[in-house]
């Protein structure tokens, strides 16, 4: 037990894979919360699609990437390459992200990422997810998350990247970084952007216990901002987000930087012992078959 403590202390992905499970709590809509399985198919349809209203200055971001928005590299690298677009947009004050897909936001890394890969190409993958998070914490524009969906793990993380969360008032809709609950421990810039959006004592019981909140309980503990019917999830964030642009951006944008670059430094100044530790650990022989147990699992389930 010390030494778990002691690697996971060291590294916050270390810990036993072969405890993940599928199965649904509490009654709230399951979809492979924290590593999930992105179905592969030759289809080149975009995963992402961006609306721009230049009358506005919004964009609505719609992530499309059936069954369940999984966090590919693939998948990465397109988010990233449209957020930048934005970004250098000067017509783009806001954006607004959501899903397309029924009942899921995103539903976290995608598992055949981590499996079988070599080292090099792990690391490419773990720099993305370091990359999307940079680029939507730090972020010039105003940004809202339209989640009307279950949102685990790195659908979270994407959520708590934006300034404002609204959430689907449906009970069975869950959020929350729940990697505890899987034998794994959360990075330390997953930690560091939940401690600053709910407040240390909330994050270490998240943290710790692993939970995914109710749509309801996620609003009590500040992990959402608001809670409106489903069908009212995006016309709400286009109305809020009038209120975000209403203030002079570049007050907004300095008291944005000043409230967050302490946690971006952070990663930048670790980011590449960040991916080192991911790559030792992800490529570990232990590591390997406890995924493969888990997407043996999972396709015994699909069967």
């Known amino acids: 037990m010390a030494n778990v403590l002691r690697n996971s202390a060291k590294f916050g992905f270390s810990g036993v894979l072969s405890q993940l499970s599928i199965h649904s709590r509490h009654g709230r809509e399951c979809v492979s919360p924290c590593f999930s399985?992105?179905?592969?198919?030759?289809?080149?349809?975009p995963k992402i699609k961006v609306d721009l209203d230049s009358s506005t200055g919004v964009a609505v971001l719609r992530m499309q990437s059936?069954?369940?928005?999984?966090?590919?590299?693939?998948?990465?690298?397109?988010?990233?390459?449209?957020l930048e677009k934005l970004e250098m947009d000067r017509s783009c004050r806001g954006l607004i992200i959501t899903s397309s897909l029924s009942k899921v936001f995103s539903a976290g890394l995608d598992i055949m990422e981590m499996y079988g890969k070599s080292p090099e190409r792990c690391g490419e993958f773990w720099k993305a997810v370091q990359e999307m998070w940079l680029k939507l914490y730090g972020s010039n524009m105003a940004t809202i998350a339209a989640i009307n969906g279950s949102s685990p793990a790195g659908g979270c993380l994407m959520s708590i990247g934006c300034d404002y969360r609204i959430m689907a008032d449906n009970p069975r809709y869950s959020i929350g970084l729940n990697e505890t609950q899987l034998g794994i421990v959360a990075p330390f810039w997953?930690?560091?952007?939940?401690?600053?959006t709910v407040?240390?004592?909330a994050a270490e019981l998240s943290l710790e216990l692993g939970l995914l909140y109710s749509a309801p309980d996620a609003l009590k503990i500040g992990l959402v901002d608001q809670l409106v019917p489903e069908d009212q999830v995006l016309s709400t964030a286009q109305d809020t987000m009038s209120k975000w642009l209403a203030v002079p951006d570049h007050a907004r944008q300095i008291t944005k930087s000043m409230m967050r670059k302490q946690t971006i430094d952070k990663l930048l100044s670790n980011r590449e012992a960040d991916i080192t530790n991911f790559v030792s650990f992800i490529t570990k022989d232990s590591i390997q078959r406890s995924l493969r147990m888990y997407l043996e699992m999972l396709k015994s389930r699909k069967a």
């Open 37 to 45: 399985l992105q179905q592969r198919n030759n289809s080149t349809s």
């Open 66 to 82: 059936p069954p369940v928005n999984s966090l590919s590299l693939d998948f990465l690298t397109e988010l990233c390459i449209n």
């Open 190 to 196: 997953f930690k560091d952007t939940l401690v600053n």
């Open 199 to 201: 407040g240390n004592r």
